[in-house]
């Protein structure tokens, strides 16, 4: 499972890859600046001889309302493409952490606004641990939560006490 | 086999489904903006989770019942969540306590579900596991500065920790169904959790400068189906819509 790696003997992988790349790039619909791709989401493409077309992603946080909008945009992503025949599927397991998002995908979090997650997810364990988040415009550590629970199930609300901007961070999970 | 795991997940799907009601129903009303985020987001979790178990139990049961069907379409009786989450939100006080002794609760107990030899509940329970860490410290943060706060919030969260304890014994309690479940490898043993939970709401009440309630008898019997009179009125508020024009969707 996972990419299925292009075969130029084998056209059906091509438009696997090509697939995956349409799907890929589909931006999250909360925070269009990074991809499904970035956020780590999307499982699996996987295109079968007769061009039936089947992509597998995965919820993020369980109450996120984005989850059947991310799923129809990956439909009509691939359908714009010439996909006629494209079915997409929920995988639960394995869950999706943040650790899932990538490198580049918390770098343009980051440029947003927007936080990424602190790594490693046993930090939430300690029942009053504080994390420390650095603000995305000024970079300093000296920042305090506000709430939270924010805008949407995967942000936090914070301030820098620094540079005094209120921001989002995207938690931990 | 079937049966006790349909009945088992359904369990813990009402519980959620219910308990997120509860939460939702705060939305706009809440004592402050952050507050209406937070019990809303926190519903939302439980919703998101609920809806997860209830397409797996219709998919166990293999009657063709969708999330949707169960949520939506079965009488009170039919419900067997735990009788705490369908406790009416009094005060603030309210919420927070019914939030923080079921949340203590969940935390262990999805951890252990996590190691389940259930696919499905092992990938359900590794994602809840750590929105109930949240949920646990928001809830255990407003029993503190409830509890240590003005004399008013005080004698407050006292009211709501004791009327509501004597729902808590049910969390614990172990059926046919769930010693089955816990035979398979597939449940968790509640009754085994009862000591961390206890040492966690023993912990924060000891910051709130709170001494812990002690129940003089548990009630139960909504894994039976037996309620208080308040699950009947939450279910025809939830229901109403599906009972007005069946089968609409948005």
């Known amino acids: ?173 | 086999m079937s049966d006790d795991l349909f009945r088992y997940v359904l369990r813990l799907a009402d519980d959620h489904l219910i308990l997120g009601q509860r939460l939702g129903e705060w939305c706009g009303k809440a004592p402050s903006l952050e507050e209406d985020l937070a019990l809303a987001n926190i519903g939302l979790d439980c919703l998101g989770q609920a809806r997860a178990l209830y397409a797996y139990a219709g998919k166990i049961e293999g009657k063709g019942r969708d999330e949707d069907d169960l949520a939506f379409l079965r009488p009170e009786r039919e419900y067997c969540n735990a009788l705490l989450v369908e406790q009416p939100n009094r005060d603030f006080a309210w919420a927070i306590a019914r939030q923080f002794y079921f949340s203590a609760y969940m935390l262990p107990f999805w951890r252990a579900m996590a190691k389940s030899t259930d696919d499905d509940l092992r990938a359900i329970a590794a994602k809840a596991e750590k929105e109930v860490a949240y949920h646990l410290r928001h809830s255990a943060e407003w029993v503190i500065r409830l509890g240590d706060g003005t004399e008013e919030s005080r004698r407050r969260m006292i009211e709501a920790l004791e009327e509501l304890f004597i729902y808590t014994g049910e969390l614990f309690e172990m059926d046919a169904v769930a010693h089955a479940m816990v035979s398979e490898g597939v449940g968790v043993d509640a009754s085994a959790l009862r000591d961390e939970w206890r040492r966690t709401v023993d912990g924060v009440l000891a910051e709130a400068h709170l001494t812990a309630p002690e129940a003089a008898y548990d009630q139960s019997g909504g894994r039976e189906g037996r309620h208080t009179e308040h699950l009947g009125h939450l279910l025809s508020e939830l229901q109403y819509m599906q009972r007005a024009y069946p089968g609409l969707e948005w």
């Open chain 1, 1 to 173: 499972m996972g990419v299925v790696v292009a075969d130029a003997l084998n056209p059906s992988n091509v438009r696997s890859r090509r697939a995956w790349d349409v799907a890929a790039a589909v931006p999250d619909p909360e925070i269009p600046v990074v991809t499904l791709a970035d956020l780590g989401i999307l499982r699996s493409v996987e295109c079968d001889d007769d061009g039936a077309v089947t992509a597998r992603v995965t919820p993020t946080y369980s109450g996120c309302p984005a989850t059947q909008l991310i799923e129809q945009m990956v439909l009509e992503a691939l359908k714009r493409d010439g996909f006629d025949n494209v079915r997409v599927e929920s995988v639960m397991s394995p869950a999706w952490t943040t650790d899932w998002i990538s490198a580049e995908g918390r770098e343009k979090l980051r440029d947003f606004g927007i936080a990424p997650p602190v790594k490693a997810s046993n930090s939430i364990r300690a029942l009053f641990g504080e994390t420390a988040v650095s603000c995305p415009l000024c970079g300093s550590e000296d920042t305090e939560r506000i709430s939270e629970f924010g805008s949407t199930p995967c942000k936090a609300l914070y301030r820098c006490r620094t540079c005094l901007e209120p921001f989002d961070y995207f938690k931990c999970l």
